[in-house]
């Protein structure tokens, strides 16, 4: 099988979208390009999994073939390497069902297989998780809302670099902030195959400013090379319903 290289968005936000086109849209067109939102909603003490926004951070994910976790501050930086990680899995199950199909037809999937047969598909799976490329395109919101969050945020992606670095595959790993200052996004580290110089440039981060995260979603696109202008997504503004 060709490993090839998965690619993920791994957008981490406390879900307060309110400017901009519609992110579940904009995930959807991510999805369609080969590209998984994975999505991860920092909550507040004070806050529930019920609350608007966070129901907004399930969409996205689901709209971008990804997963989704909501997770106190205090618990981000496990959270960011597990949800990577599964989704990373999750990505290679998929790519694993779609061969089986086209070997045994539509209607047989990994569960139709005998347990032993499974169980070796399996280990392909593992194998190709630390054996594949792994693009991981990181988009932190950084509007006033997530102010004193982005300490935890820094300590979290620092985590995941170092967990990372325990593959055998290739990490292709990038950091962009959204707002920045007028534009949609803004580059924190290019891609590189290691975060260690973050802790440099990421204290240099100033939180303020609306959520744009549809329009930031799309621009990431960009830095895959996939973004394809569909002018639509331009005609409605985004309103958070709720």
């Not at 390497?81 to 899995?89: C, D």
């Not at 919101?141 to 967990?163: F, W």
Request: net charge negative.
């Amino acid at each position: 099988m060709n490993q090839g290289t998965l690619k993920q968005i791994l957008l981490i936000t406390d879900g307060c979208s309110n400017s901009g086109m519609n992110p579940v849209q904009a995930a959807k067109q991510a999805f369609q390009n080969g590209v998984i939102v994975n999505v991860i909603g920092v909550l507040e003490k004070h806050q529930s999994e019920l609350d608007p926004s966070f129901q907004e951070v399930e969409k996205i994910a689901q709209a971008g073939g990804g997963i989704h976790q909501v997770v106190y501050k205090e618990d981000l930086s496990q959270t960011v390497q597990a949800v990577t990680m599964q989704a990373m899995s999750q990505t290679l199950q998929g790519v694993v069902h779609q061969e089986l199909k086209h070997i045994f037809g539509e209607n047989h999937t990994l569960d139709d297989l005998e347990p032993a047969k499974r169980g070796e598909v399996m280990e392909v799976v593992d194998d190709l998780g630390e054996s594949c490329q792994l693009d991981v395109f990181i988009l932190v919101d950084t509007s006033a809302s997530m102010r004193d969050k982005l300490p935890t945020v820094k300590e979290a992606l620092l985590d995941l670099s170092v967990n990372l670095d325990a593959r055998n595959g290739v990490n292709h790993l990038a950091i962009y902030q959204f707002p920045h200052h007028k534009e949609t996004i803004g580059i924190i580290h290019d891609w590189t195959e290691t975060l260690t110089e973050m802790s440099v440039i990421f204290p240099k981060l100033i939180s303020s400013g609306m959520t744009p995260t549809g329009p930031a979603i799309f621009e990431a696109l960009d830095q895959f090379g996939y973004k394809e202008t569909s002018e639509w997504m331009y005609d409605e503004p985004y309103r958070q319903e709720g």
